[in-house]
């Protein structure tokens, strides 16, 4: 089992940053592909970004290109979402979940666990 533990949403203005970060506990943090996903209201969840085990890779969803970056340390168990230039658009639930496959994906289904998100808003 992976536990999952989302931080840092909250209230922004447009234009603004966030950086979430997702800490695990459990197994080892650096076997699992880690990635992001978001949920915005009356809409389905989707893929946001998603990183290597090793961080050597990154893969990203493409409104959110040039804006988020993804990153991890594995010393420290954590992924992180930097934020910038965000829009009203990007409100939504982030969730991060963890991946025991070696491949980055996009799919859901290919996630083995998440967390129970945390809330990010843009006010315009």
């Known amino acids: 089992q992976v536990q999952l533990v989302e931080s840092g949403g909250g209230l922004v203005q447009v234009g603004g940053s966030l950086r979430l970060s997702c800490a695990a506990s459990?197994?080892?943090?650096?076997?699992?592909?880690m990635g992001w996903f978001r949920q915005a209201p009356g809409k389905e969840r989707e893929f946001v970004t998603a990183i290597s085990r090793r961080a050597g890779s990154t893969y990203y969803t493409d409104s959110v290109k040039g804006r988020f970056t993804i990153s991890r340390d594995n010393a420290k168990n954590t992924v992180y979402l930097q934020m910038n230039s965000l829009k009203p658009e990007d409100t939504a639930v982030y969730y991060c979940?963890?991946?025991?496959?070696?491949?980055?994906?996009?799919?859901?289904?290919?996630?083995?666990?998440w967390g129970q998100g945390t809330q990010v808003t843009v006010s315009s």
């Open positions: 459990g197994r080892t943090f650096s076997n699992y592909v």
């Open positions: 979940a963890a991946d025991s496959s070696p491949l980055l994906s996009k799919v859901e289904y290919s996630y083995d666990y």
